[in-house]
């Protein structure tokens, strides 16, 4: 058998009286009374944010400064509680990056209805949103709190490209135009 | 007519009431802070104050500390909306607080607390002062019957039935636990009866709770029983009824219920101290180092205070540690265990004092 059954000793005179257990009681809250606080002292100390946190969702920019979203609209489509709200647009010819085509002319996400599940970082295939840190906004208005695209890139700021898709398709255009 | 003494009368009234008022104010946050500290909390200690807050250091640590806390505490339940549900019945609504708050403020009335050149400092010392006390004591709990009852809901009345029914039952153990060290205080066919400054004096060799511990006991059992205060806190008992006979009240009503507890714990603990620390007797064996005129005075507040605050600590220091009781368990103790074991004492300790008279003296 892989329990063992213990045998209840019936209470002696002063275990009865609750008093002895009192007094252990007592010792155990003033010896906790000046242990370390475990308290954090939350907007002067910030917690630790784990890897792989979700927080607010933003776009980001490549290090090169190119906005990265190519308005393909998957995260709008993905996005579960209908948060992002995307506008596309185009990109004009004489641009840098003319060969990407396509770039959002609009590109809202209402962080009131954002429920931060991370889908829209896990569908778009440009690596162009991810969820940040931040997880406490706030603000007076319904309004305010749809954030528009350059608020989303403001806090986003730039990510490493570990890719570099359009900067290598680019690349690869000019190569072959040379070789004619 | 001279009024003199009427006015210096009413200016130790008001001197007296206001000390105690505040001891109360800050031995809510000292409740806060003891309970932050017992659970690895910091408590309050965002309170700032606008010109002592900002003095470099001292400020800084005042505000740690809470120091400023029960000042928003006060500004805030005065200046709070103050809903009066459409269901309660409105005289017994109003009139309850009241019945909680003047017993409480009364009973500070015969608490010596200090002694000058023999005489007590006490607003007024009676003969029979702790029998005022008691039965001024006990008229707190119409303010909880009254409340529980006006409220017209559920969660109150249960509270102000189960506060009334702890009270009443509490008193008897607590009236019987006193009487030994009566007994004890006065010698055979001394006139000074029920005095508190006597029981006092009486004590300057030998503290009473030495040589009577479990009187000690059951008056401070009975005493966090009279004092609604964990491990008895029925009537209140926030986790099963909700703020049980105050749940109805807001703003300052909800103030003078939560000033009239915390002044309760307060005079409580004085009443402990006097009868079993000692009072402002200096240690067990050791006489009283207090010189004579205002200095002895104030020394010996001074430490009768500290004493006090000792007692208050152990009030929250108990509260954080004990659970509460259930309304069955309460009722056996008190019934079934302390009056008993009181009477016992009280009958134990009168033959005991017969025999003592008869053989030695």
Redo the contacts between chains.
Sequence with gaps: MAFKILERKPLNWAERTYLPQ?IT??K???W????????L?YPDVRPVIPEGYRGIPTLVKDPKGREKCVSCQLCEFVCPPKAIRIQPGEIPEDADYAHVEKAPKQFDIDMLRCIYCGFCQEVCPEEAIFLQNDFSLSGYSREEMVFPKAKLYEMGGTFPDQHNKWGKKQQAAEEAKAHG | MNYLPVLIALIKAVLMVAVVVVIAAYAVLAERK?A???????GPNRTAFPVIGYIPILGKMLTRLGVFQPVADGLKFIFKEDPIPGHVNLVYYFLAPCVAFIPAMTTMAVLPFGEMDGQPLVLANLDIGMLFLLAVSSLGVYGIILAGWSANSKYPFLGGIRGSAQMISYELAMGLSILPAFLWANAPGSETGMSLFNVVQSQDQLWMVIWQPLSALIFLVALFAETNRLPFDMPEAETELVAGYNTEYGSMKFGLFFVAEYTHIVIGSGVLTVLFLGGWNFFPGLPSPWPGGWVGGVLSTLWFLLKVFTVVFFFM??R???PRFRYDQVMRLGWTVLLPLALANLVLNAIFIALFDNWFV
């Design positions: 009192i009681g007592l155990i809250t003033l906790n009374l000046f242990q370390k606080k475990v308290t002292e | 003891i932050g500290w017992i659970q690895g909390r910091y220091w108990i954080w540690t004990l």
